[in-house]
């Protein structure tokens, strides 16, 4: 695709259609020499839909963003976004993609994402730039988007050191919406925000993926954020999804230990999250051998079954509802909560919610 078809598709792309896939990821796998960062990831992300990514640090939540955006090494696995195969691209095809701004990444700091050279106008219009747009229309885009994450055009000459740390992270949303992406992927874009402005920036994610028909992707560690603005979550761990589905469902009704104890770690006074922590951090009850459930030697609930490795499916008591469908890899999903709450003599599932933030 030439610089002038780049140019074209950014200044009148159609949009596409409601709930389209924007992003699919298949059996994708990262390795960097020996290590093996991501094993065999399934992921789907659709348009006008914000989809969750959660897990601790060193699960491979980043890497999994980089891959999509091209910044990783994919050893195998296919990558499709908008209907293109993205891992087959190399070179001159690769780099023409880049610059179409089809996929578009927010990074978690934006201080040092930001030129700190560069005035705000600048920075938002330098996608546009890249892509080839003529100049005369960069200035009425760059306002536009300014104006779409709730910046005064007054600050278009300042540089990132003169803004606050809210106003920065919206220009780096502003420069990433610019050229009208198919897919954002949003790394931890609240971490180093005050309440206030944290609230601020999921609002926006929030309108912005209808308003243009986005999928996004939000990595976060921060589970009531995502309660308040994910459709969707997917949860990561040492390289592998344990459990996708629903975001009230994951964060709610977990199918997964791992999940679980995510959920109940998040801050909150509810006794009923101590409780649940006080067993779910409680040592592995079975020693498993090495090469099943990736879990097991820090699971209260593995056993013998836990040497082969889970496939993600979902639980016998969960019925299936199509996109939407529930599953972990967890060989206990079905009877796992019922022995969290040993005093429960119906079986019924504990609670670790996590309250939801005003959308």
């Known amino acids: 695709m030439s610089i002038t078809a780049i140019a074209s598709s950014i200044a009148d792309g159609p949009a596409p259609a409601a709930g389209s896939p924007a992003l699919r990821i298949e059996r994708l796998e990262v390795r960097y020499g020996r ?8 992921l789907e992300a659709r348009s006008g839909e914000i989809l969750g990514l959660i897990g601790e640090t060193g699960s491979g939540k980043t890497t999994l963003a980089r891959a999509v955006a091209g910044l990783a090494p994919v050893t195998s696995g296919r990558i499709t976004v908008d209907g293109a195969d993205r891992t087959v691209l190399r070179g001159r095809a690769l780099r023409t993609a880049r610059r179409a701004g089809t996929v578009q990444y927010m990074f978690q700091d934006p201080l040092r994402s930001l030129d700190p050279d560069l005035t705000v106008a600048r920075l938002v219009g330098e996608p546009l730039a890249v892509a080839g747009l ?15 994450v709730g910046l005064d055009a007054a600050l278009a000459g300042r540089t990132p050191g003169a803004l606050s740390g809210g106003q920065r992270q919206r220009v780096a949303l502003a420069r990433a919406i610019v050229g009208r992406p198919r897919l954002l992927l949003a790394d931890e874009p609240v971490s180093a925000l005050d309440a206030s402005n944290r609230n601020h920036v999921l609002r926006l994610l929030d ?5 243009l028909g986005l999928a996004v992707v939000v990595i976060s560690h921060d589970l ?6 994910a459709d969707r979550i997917a949860v990561l761990y040492r390289g592998r999804i344990v459990e996708q589905g629903p975001a009230p469902a994951v964060l709610d009704r977990p199918l997964h230990p791992y999940s679980a104890l995510l959920a109940a770690s998040a801050p909150g006074p509810d006794p009923s999250r101590r409780a649940a922590l006080r067993i779910l951090r409680a040592p592995a009850a079975a020693a498993v051998p090495g090469g099943g459930c990736g879990f097991a030697h820090r699971c209260p609930f593995a056993d013998a079954a836990c040497a082969a490795v889970p496939e993600l499916g979902p639980a016998l008591a969960v019925p299936g509802t199509g996109q939407h469908t529930h599953t972990a890899a967890c060989h206990h999903s079905p009877d796992w909560r019922a022995r969290l709450d040993p005093g429960n003599a119906h079986g019924a599932p504990a609670p670790t919610t996590v309250s939801e933030q005003p959308r």
């Open 35 to 42: 290590s093996t960062v991501l094993g065999g990831v399934d």
């Open 134 to 148: 003529p100049r005369a229309e960069r200035g009425p885009r760059v306002r536009e988007a300014l104006d779409r």
């Open 207 to 211: 309108r912005l993926r209808h308003e």
């Open 224 to 229: 009531d954020s995502l309660a308040g603005i």
